[in-house]
C-alpha cells in the first residue's frame, strides 16, 4: 500500500491484477487524480525558460494529433521503465508464417487453444504467464519455452490473509503501519545477500540450497538439471520475490535451450511443424537510460547536454537518482540508479516524491525561482555509487541489461538497502543545491533539530546491525557524518 493510503483487507501477500488495479483507482478517485489528468497525450519537448523561470512543453493529442503547450514551475518525468520492448531480430523470421508478438504487447483477441506456442526468453514476464498459458492451450496443445540461461526460482509464498487479521490491520490503532514496516525491514534484509563477501556467500549459498530443493520436488527427473543456475543470485534480471505459482512441469510445457545454430542456407524458424503461435518475452530494453532518458522526442538544449554528458560518462547519471545538474526544477522518478534488487518500486518511489517536494520548498512556499544541484555534488554521489558496485553480485561479472555493454558501468542499481536511500532523502543537504532567487533552504526549528536526532540514531542502528553481521555499515556513518556537517543549515 501506500503509506498515505495503506489499505487493510488485502486478500494474499501478493495480490492479483484486478486487485491492484481496483486499489489504485481506488487511490485516485479519492485524491481527485483523473480531473487533473490528461490521457492519450504524448510529450513532444520540453524547455526551460530562464527568464520566466518556466518548463515549456509541447504535447501531442495521440487520438487527434492535436498539438498544445502547457507550463509549469516544476517538470516531474514518470514514465517509468522498461515501456519500451526489445522485439529480437532472428534468421528467417520473415519466413514464420504463424502470429508472432512481443509479451509487452500482448494482443488479447488471440485463442490459444489447442495450439502450438512457442516462447522465447524467461524473463519476468514470461514467469507469470507461461502457466495460465498451460492451461489455454489445454491438452492438445503444447507451449515449447527456448531460454538462453535458467533462472533462479524461489517458492513466493502467498499467504490468505483471514478476517482475523483484516479486522485487525482495520481496526488496532497502528497495526497496519507496523506491519508494512515488517515488511520492509524483511524486504530490505535480502540486500545482505548482493555483497561479494563471506557472510554474503553464506546467504546467497543458503537460498541456492533452498531454490535447488524447490526446482528438484516437482521436475521430472531427467530435466531438473537444466533449470539450475550456475551465476550469483541477484545477478540475473528476474526477481527473486516473484516467481511462478509452479515450475514448469505441466505434460503441455516443455523449457530448453537454444539448439546450435543451423546452416546459413536453412532459416531457424522454418521448420515442418512449426509454431502457431510465437511469443517473445526477452527483458524490454530502455536504449534512452543509458544515453539520456528524457522522455522527449525531440530533445530542448539541457536536454541535450544530458545526452551528451551521459554519453561521455558511460550512461545517465542523477544525484539520488531524481535530479540533474542543468536542469532546474526537473525530477525524475525511478531514474539512473534508483532500482532495486529487493525492495518496493512503492516505498521507493515516495522517497523520490518526497524528496522533490522538499526540494521544492524553497520554489513554492518561500519565493525562489528555481533549484538545481550543483555539478559537484552530482558527481561526488555518482563517484560513491559506482565505487561501490564492485562489491555487489550486481558487477560480479554477470551480463545484464543494466550494463552498459561498452563501458560495463551499471546505471540501473542502487547500491544500499532501502533504509539508507530513506534516510538519505529525509533532509535535503541545502549545500548540494543551488537556489536561484530569494528563496531559501528547509525551514524547521525544534522539529529539524529533533528529527536530526532521530535519523542520526536509526543511522547509528543501521550501521550497528551491518557490522555486526560482519557486512559494510561505514555507508549509513558517511552520510552521518556529512548530514551532521551541514545540519546547521536545517536552521536557516
Known amino acids: 500500500s501506500y503509506s498515505f493510503a495503506i489499505k487493510p483487507d488485502w486478500t494474499t501477500t501478493y495480490p492479483g491484477r484486478d486487485e491492484l488495479l481496483k486499489y489504485v483507482l481506488s487511490v485516485a478517485n479519492r485524491y481527485d487524480i483523473h480531473r487533473r489528468t490528461r490521457l492519450h497525450s504524448e510529450l513532444v519537448s520540453a524547455e526551460w525558460n530562464g527568464k520566466q523561470k518556466l518548463w515549456v512543453c509541447k504535447f501531442r493529442d495521440t487520438m487527434t494529433r492535436e498539438m498544445f503547450t502547457r507550463e509549469g514551475v516544476a517538470l516531474v518525468s514518470a514514465v517509468g521503465t522498461l515501456d519500451k520492448p526489445l522485439v529480437p531480430k532472428i534468421d528467417g523470421q520473415n519466413t514464420f508464417n504463424g502470429k508472432a508478438f512481443h509479451s509487452a504487447r500482448w494482443e488479447h483477441d488471440t485463442d490459444f487453444k489447442n495450439k502450438r506456442v512457442v516462447v522465447l526468453g524467461n524473463g519476468a514476464s514470461a514467469t507469470q504467464f507461461i502457466a495460465p498459458l498451460t492451461n489455454m492451450v489445454g491438452p492438445k496443445g503444447s507451449i515449447t519455452q527456448i531460454t538462453r540461461s535458467a533462472h533462479w526460482w524461489i517458492k513466493r509464498g502467498n499467504a490468505v490473509y483471514s478476517s482475523s487479521w483484516k479486522n485487525i490491520m482495520r481496526y488496532v490503532p497502528g497495526a497496519a503501519k507496523i506491519y508494512r514496516t515488517y515488511l520492509a525491514y524483511d524486504l530490505d534484509c535480502v ?42 543470485q541477484g545477478a540475473s534480471a528476474v526477481s527473486t520475490r516473484i516467481t511462478i505459482s509452479r515450475p514448469c512441469t505441466n505434460p503441455t510445457c516443455t523449457s530448453q535451450k537454444p539448439p546450435s545454430p543451423p546452416p546459413p542456407t536453412t ?63 526537473f525530477f525524475i522518478l525511478y531514474g539512473p540508479n534508483a532500482a532495486t534488487g529487493q525492495h518496493s518500486v512503492i516505498f521507493h518511489s515516495e522517497c523520490q516524491i518526497n524528496f522533490a517536494c522538499r526540494l521544492l520548498r524553497p520554489v513554492l512556499k518561500n519565493g525562489a525561482d528555481a533549484i538545481e544541484i550543483t555539478a559537484v555534488a552530482q558527481k561526488r554521489d555518482l563517484e560513491w555509487v559506482h565505487k561501490r558496485m564492485p562489491g555487489l553480485v550486481f558487477n560480479s561479472g554477470c551480463q545484464s541489461w543494466w550494463i552498459n555493454p561498452e563501458t560495463k558501468k551499471n546505471t540501473f542499481i542502487y547500491p544500499d538497502p532501502m533504509v539508507l536511500y530513506w534516510l538519505r532523502t529525509i533532509f535535503p543537504i541545502w549545500s548540494d543545491f543551488t537556489i536561484h532567487g530569494p528563496g531559501e533552504g528547509g525551514r524547521g526549528g525544534i522539529l529539524a533539530g529533533v528529527s536530526l536526532m532521530a535519523m542520526g540514531a536509526a543511522a547509528w542502528v543501521v550501521r550497528q546491525k551491518y557490522e555486526v553481521l560482519g557486512f559494510d555499515g561505514k555507508a549509513a556513518e558517511g552520510y552521518l557524518a556529512r548530514l551532521l556537517q551541514q545540519g546547521q543549515l536545517l536552521w536557516k
Open 191 to 232: 540486500f545482505l545477500s548482493f555483497y561479494m563477501t563471506a557472510n554474503g556467500q553464506r546467504l546467497r549459498d543458503q537460498i541456492s540450497t533452498q531454490t535447488k530443493q524447490y526446482i528438484a520436488a516437482p521436475a521430472p527427473t531427467n530435466t531438473t538439471r537444466s533449470f539450475y543456475l550456475t551465476t550469483n
Open 267 to 329: 532459416p531457424s524458424i522454418r521448420r515442418k511443424a512449426s509454431p502457431t503461435w510465437l511469443i517473445s518475452s526477452s527483458t524490454p530494453r530502455v536504449l534512452r537510460r543509458r544515453s539520456g532518458c528524457f522522455p522527449c522526442a525531440s530533445l530542448a538544449q539541457t536536454a541535450r547536454i544530458w545526452r551528451h554528458t551521459g554519453k561521455r560518462s558511460g550512461g545517465a547519471e542523477a544525484y539520488k537518482g531524481t535530479v540533474v545538474h542543468n536542469f532546474p526544477n
